[in-house]
């Protein structure tokens, strides 16, 4: 499971509140993802990070915020949570052994906006 | 940006037969191409990669094509079992930059081994 947890696991939340999603690594990866997964879009990159306060955006980054303080952890913040952004979020790594570039994929964050 | 589309979306084989799930992409940079295997309620797990510099690459039952000049890939799925269902998704990027390896995605394929 390359030793990544993402906490919580299922939220449940209102409109217009923030929420944080964190992801956490104890291998020292380097390279850290956020994606979203939606039924009929498959995965698509919000946010992602090459380094301690390195980050920079995907595909869908509108309405997220990300933060990496140190190594282990990737915050990903949602300003003011909308309906829109009910999903399953998925927090992955690249390895810094083995082919490079290859990510592998945490538990998954289950977010439903009411 | 990279396009990646995948079909089919649904795919239904019997017990034995193998399943071919095709991907094409846009980025003619995109050099390495990983595919994703998804149980309910699981995160996607990979199952196997490709890069450019190679044609095809085999592990057991599972192999992947790759055709640059066409932009496209494919995974095919040898004597199917009922644990190969789950929904398969392609992917492609241009490789590992000092920015990360940003992937883009297909859209899944639904793949059903029925007894």
């Known amino acids: 499971d390359a030793g990544i947890t993402q906490s919580p696991r299922h939220k449940v939340t209102e409109t217009g509140t923030p929420v944080t999603l964190r992801c956490h690594q104890t291998?020292?990866?380097?390279?850290m993802y956020w994606y979203r997964q939606d039924p009929g879009h498959g995965l698509r990159l919000i946010h992602y990070?090459?380094?301690?306060?390195?980050?920079d955006k995907g595909e869908v980054s509108d309405g997220y915020s990300v933060s990496r303080s140190k190594t282990e952890d990737f915050l990903l913040t949602l300003e003011s949570a909308t309906s829109s952004q009910t999903s399953v979020y998925f927090c992955?790594?690249?390895?810094?052994?083995?082919?490079?570039?290859?990510?592998?994929f945490g538990p998954g964050t289950r977010l439903l906006v009411l | 940006g990279e396009n990646v589309e995948q079909h089919p979306s649904t795919l239904s084989v019997q017990e034995g037969d193998s399943a071919v799930i095709k991907c094409t992409y846009s980025d003619s940079a995109s050099n390495y191409f990983p595919w994703y295997k998804q149980e309910l309620g699981k995160r996607p797990q990979l199952i196997i990669d490709i890069r450019s510099n190679v044609g095809e690459k085999k592990d057991q039952r599972i192999a992947v094509t790759l055709n640059k000049t066409a932009k496209h890939f494919s995974l095919h799925i040898t004597e199917t079992q009922p644990e190969d269902s789950a929904v398969y998704f392609c992917a492609a990027s241009p490789g590992l930059t000092g920015g990360g390896n940003k992937l883009t995605f297909g859209t899944g394929t639904q793949l059903k081994v029925e007894l």
């Open positions: 990070s090459y380094g301690v306060k390195d980050t």
């Open positions: 291998e020292n990866h380097r390279y």
């Open positions: 992955a790594i690249s390895p810094p052994r083995g082919p490079r570039g290859t990510q592998y």
